[in-house]
């Protein structure tokens, strides 16, 4: 069964302190893994996928197959990084559908 | 470029009325979606329409959802009869659809539901 998995529904750090948010999937394949942010009075938006290899506003995301993880990292957070962050996966064929997890709340206290 | 463009933001109706949803991708994108959104959980993908062919609606209640994409350009998305359980947001998103490549969904701003 395809499935992502976000295990905390809140997480709450200090600015300047690193942040892990973390993203478990399952799925027969090798599937394309995203994270998707939206941030307060905004549009659900792409933040990264793995295939970029890209860090997007100092955050990074690595796929461990091993794990079938693909976590999202700053080592430093700003305020401006609170928003609802999101880790999707699809598959490769051009019909595959976007499996979204079910979302977490990144809080940045001053 | 334009973006997904969806009408209208907010919609409040009774329970067993109907309800239709309008959206209007970005120009190009063959892949069309509607998810939707239950309050505290992720969007969970109701109908993926590739131009104007439906690729997957295994999680469309079809005894009272239905959707169309019109010439493979704009879709709507109805309710009827609506229950209380259909408060939601409801998000389309588009994506030029090909495989391997610029397969990031770009999302409209929502249709709030909600149903009393």
């Known amino acids: 069964a395809q499935r992502v998995t976000q295990p905390e529904k809140l997480l709450s750090v200090f600015k300047g302190a690193p942040v892990e948010l973390k993203c478990n ?13 939206q ?30 993880s693909f976590h999202l ?10 928003a ?17 997890g079910s979302g977490t709340r990144l809080s940045i206290r001053p | 470029e334009a973006g997904v463009a969806q009408s209208p933001r907010y919609k409040i109706i009774e329970k067993r009325q109907s309800v239709a949803f309008w959206c209007n991708p970005i120009s190009g994108h063959a892949t069309l979606y509607w998810y939707q959104q239950i ?12 131009n104007n062919g439906v690729v997957d609606d295994s999680q469309l209640p079809k005894d009272r959802f239905s959707a ?6 704009d879709s709507t998305l109805k309710i009827q ?7 939601a947001v409801y998000l ?13 969904a770009f999302f409209g701003q929502g249709t709030r539901l909600t149903v009393v």
């Open chain 1, 84 to 100: 609802m962050y999101y880790c999707a996966l699809r598959g490769y064929s051009s019909a595959s559908k976007i499996i979204f």
């Open chain 1, 25 to 37: 999937y399952s799925y027969s394949g090798s599937p394309e893994l995203f994270w998707y942010v």
């Open chain 1, 39 to 68: 941030y307060s009075r905004q549009r659900l938006q792409l933040l990264l996928r793995h295939i970029s290899r890209e860090s997007i506003k100092g955050f990074t995301a690595d796929l461990n197959k091993g794990e079938t």
């Open chain 2, 39 to 50: 309050l505290g959980q992720g969007p969970k993908l109701l109908i993926q329409f590739q």
């Open chain 2, 68 to 73: 169309e994409r019109l010439k493979g350009v």
């Open chain 2, 81 to 87: 009869p609506a229950k209380l359980e259909d408060s």
């Open chain 2, 92 to 104: 389309c998103a588009s994506s030029p659809g090909r495989a391997h490549l610029n397969t990031e």
């Open chain 1, 73 to 82: 990292k700053k080592p430093f957070a700003q305020e401006e990084d609170s």
